[in-house]
Each structure stands twice: as structure tokens, then as C-alpha cells.
């Protein structure tokens, strides 16, 4: 008698294989959206929605995941384009664009390959606004061009779903002839400042030593005024304490008992040492006229100094 083995185990294992394909098939179709990212979603090839953040599970062999677009703020070099400017000079101008995907639906669906896009765009503007200026507009005038350069790429570019936020002229290249005509025409302007600058320097020095000098005479010519005031002073307080003292002198005398006519004498004897030698005249006082003789021989002395003193008139004996 043959032993038949029963036929279930094989139905189990089919059951179980088509368990886990299910399973494998539902965890295929989780996804979990990452921060900055959004997914594009189509089912039966046409857009269906787009994932944000999150855990999300996609219908199997209904949906797709057409498109995985980041959301970061990225930035792109273009290599430098040839420009030509309103005088005629070509040069190569490099930019740097700051972009961020603002819609991706837009962005999937509204052009092919979207930096070829923005790159041909940006070339192309550039070349526009770059033909309105001249070589020294140009070289000048980076804030203008990065300001309408943003303003039209961010009005092109926003049915893709793109936005700029900052456009950067990175690099001027104008011709080997040009930079070097710049460089002599620079070198020449800094010589010239150099000059002007050392000029000004000149004056304000002279100007500077000038008026040193005049405060130093002004200085000098008070400190002369002042020392000849204090001169005279001095020789005014010593006259007035010489008077003093001959007239206390006179006093004391007096008060000794002395006569009338040694009084007068030491009158004439101050007079004489008043006058100093210096003087050429001298105004005798009325009490001591009656010493005509000595007076009158007093006087002619210190108008003539060099002249000898008359001789006094003999007296007549007779």
C-alpha cells in the first residue's frame, strides 16, 4: 500500500508566496518624503498630485513618481559669454545665478531642460543690457546690471516654476589692450593725486610755520611791552622812594634844629641827585633862589657837562 502525501502543504506555500509578493509590493509603494524635497506623482501618465513631507503610498502599477525635485536654493556658474558693448569693445562677462524651484509641476512639465534654459536666457539679456552701455558703464555699473538681469530672468523664467533671487556679474574680462590702457590710465590718476596731495601738504605746512612765526613775534613783542612797563615801574617806584627819603631826610634835619640855609642846601643837593647827570635843564624852587651864585653855577653844569664850572666872582675886599 503507497503512502500519498496530502496536497494542502503545496496550496500554503503558494498562498504564502503571494503574501509576501503583496507585501514587497506594498512596501515598495511607501514613500517618505524628505525635507526641501517634493515628489511629481502622474497615474496613467498624467499628473496626478505632488507629495510634500511625509510618509505617502503610491498605487502600483497606476502611479509614478515622475519627477524628484529638491526645493534648496541652488546656484549655478555659467562660464563667461562674449558681450559686445555700445563702443565696440568685446569682452567676456561670467555670471553666478541664485535660483529656487518654487513649483514643480511647473518646473516638470514647463520646459525641457530648464538650467540649458535659464543659462541661454541669461546670456542672451546680458547681451542686451551690456549693448546699451559703454566700456566705463560697464566696468561701473555691476549693481545695474545684476538688478535688471534678476528682474527679467525672474519675469521669464516664473512660468517654469523657477525664481530668481540674485543674479552676480562674477568675472569682467575686457581685452589684453584694453586692461593694460586702464592700468597706465590708473597709474596715471594715482600720480596725480599723489601730487595734489603733497601740494596740499606744502601749503598747510607753510601755513602751519607762518603763523608759528607770527604768534611767536606777537609773543615776543608783548613779553618786550610787558618787560618795559615793569622797567619803568620800577624805575618810577624808585624815584618816588628817593623823594621819600630825602624829604624824611629834610624832616629829620629840620627837626635837629638845623638853619634855614643848610635846608635849602640839601634841597639843591636832592634837585641834583633827581637831575642824575641826565637832565639839561632843572627848575630850582623860589625858597633857594637866594643862592644865586651856586644855583646859577649848578645849572650851567648840567647843561653843558663837558663845560668846567665857572669860577665864583670875587668879592670885593674893599
Do not use: C
Not at 75 to 104: A, C, R
Not at 185 to 214: D, F, H, N, P, T
Amino acid at each position: 500500500m503507497n503512502y500519498i502525501a496530502p496536497a494542502f502543504p503545496a496550496k500554503i506555500i503558494i498562498i504564502i508566496v503571494v503574501i509576501i509578493l503583496i507585501l514587497l509590493i506594498i512596501v515598495r509603494n511607501i514613500r517618505i518624503v524628505q525635507q526641501a524635497k517634493a515628489y511629481v506623482i502622474e497615474r496613467l501618465g498624467a499628473y496626478s498630485t505632488t507629495w510634500g513631507v511625509g510618509l505617502h503610498f503610491k498605487l502600483p502599477f497606476f502611479e509614478r513618481i515622475a519627477k524628484v525635485v529638491s526645493l534648496k536654493e541652488q546656484v549655478v556658474d555659467f562660464p563667461p559669454q562674449p558681450v559686445i558693448t555700445k563702443d565696440n569693445v568685446t569682452m567676456q562677462i561670467d555670471t553666478v545665478l541664485y535660483f529656487e524651484i518654487t513649483d514643480p509641476k511647473l518646473y516638470t512639465y514647463g520646459v525641457e531642460y530648464p538650467l540649458t534654459a535659464i543659462e541661454n536666457l541669461s546670456a542672451t539679456t546680458l547681451r542686451n543690457i551690456i549693448g546699451e552701455l559703454e566700456l566705463d558703464q560697464t566696468l561701473t555699473s555691476r549693481d545695474i546690471i545684476n538688478s535688471k538681469m534678476r528682474t527679467i530672468l525672474d519675469e521669464a523664467t516664473d512660468p517654469w516654476g523657477i525664481k530668481i533671487n540674485r543674479v552676480e556679474l562674477k568675472n569682467i574680462l575686457p581685452p589684453k589692450e584694453i586692461q593694460n590702457a586702464m592700468e597706465k590710465q590708473m597709474k596715471a590718476e594715482r600720480e596725480r593725486r599723489e601730487s595734489i596731495l603733497r601740494a596740499e601738504g606744502e601749503k598747510k605746512s607753510a601755513i602751519l610755520i607762518a603763523e608759528g612765526e607770527r604768534e611767536s613775534a606777537v609773543l615776543r613783542a608783548d613779553a618786550k611791552k610787558q618787560a618795559q612797563i615793569l622797567e619803568a615801574e620800577g624805575e618810577a617806584e624808585a624815584i618816588l622812594k628817593v623823594q621819600h627819603a630825602t624829604a624824611e631826610g629834610i624832616k629829620l634835619v629840620k627837626a635837629a634844629g638845623a638853619s634855614e640855609e643848610v635846608i635849602r642846601l640839601k634841597a639843591l643837593e636832592a634837585f641834583s641827585a633827581a637831575a642824575n647827570g641826565r637832565a639839561t635843564k632843572i627848575i630850582i624852587p623860589s625858597e633857594i633862589q637866594g643862592l644865586a651864585g651856586l644855583a646859577t653855577s649848578f645849572k650851567e653844569l648840567l647843561s653843558d657837562p663837558e663845560k668846567p664850572a665857572p669860577k665864583k666872582p670875587e668879592s670885593n675886599a674893599q
